[in-house]
């Protein structure tokens, strides 16, 4: 019997397979899809404060010690945190422990539990700058992709006159990414069109 050939490794963007196995799975499964779960958000909100200056690959690696330390992503819990829970926070090596980070990732819950008051949601208020459906890029090239637009200099505009910090254009850039609200897959990696499909 013939021997039958393996499959073909289908076509990703270039970042995507630069990393570790659980790189891969994030792109594969998590990159790009629309979420509009609030507790999804923020942890990704979070995630993406906290990779400020670092690389994605060192976040995700700690992504399961940031959800033991900040309570599985509760913003009601960790909105609750205190000045005690930041001195522990501070000395736990399995996320970044950067005071600044830690702290603001306390008030970022207070100001995301302030959104969702006003606005029902925090996924109201978000996907509301894109009329509700994600931006649809067609990038062919990785060098073609910003790092940041117009889009996310307003988002963070409005976030920093909220209180929100470490959301700067660039960091709400990742984040619009992140969570499919811009689909900035390169038009030759399956996952453009599956995502896509996805909104």
């Not at 996924?123 to 117009?150: I, K």
Request: net charge positive; charged share 25%; proline share 5%.
């Amino acid at each position: 019997m013939p021997k039958k050939k393996p499959a073909a490794e289908p076509r990703r963007c270039p970042w995507g397979t630069s990393g570790n196995e659980a790189y891969l799975r994030y792109h594969d499964e998590e990159w790009g899809a629309p979420v509009r779960d609030d507790r999804t958000l923020f942890e990704f909100l979070l995630l993406e404060s906290a990779q400020a200056g670092l690389s994605w690959s060192t976040i995700l690696n700690k992504r399961e010690g940031y959800s033991k330390a900040f309570a599985a992503f509760d913003p009601v819990k960790v909105a609750r945190f205190n000045r005690r829970s930041v001195e522990r926070l501070v000395k736990d090596a399995s996320i970044v422990r950067n005071r600044l980070k830690i702290e603001s990732a306390i008030g970022n819950a207070r100001c995301f539990l302030a959104v969702q008051e006003e606005r029902g949601s925090f996924s109201s208020y978000l996907w509301d700058f894109v009329d509700g459906a994600p931006v649809q890029n067609r990038w062919r090239t990785q060098d073609r992709v910003p790092a940041s637009t117009p889009l996310s200099d307003a988002i963070s505009k409005d976030l920093k006159a909220r209180g929100f910090r470490f959301v700067g254009s660039t960091i709400v850039y990742a984040y619009l990414q992140a969570t499919g609200l811009v689909n900035d897959h390169i038009t030759r990696c399956f996952r453009h069109q599956e995502c896509a499909a996805l909104a």
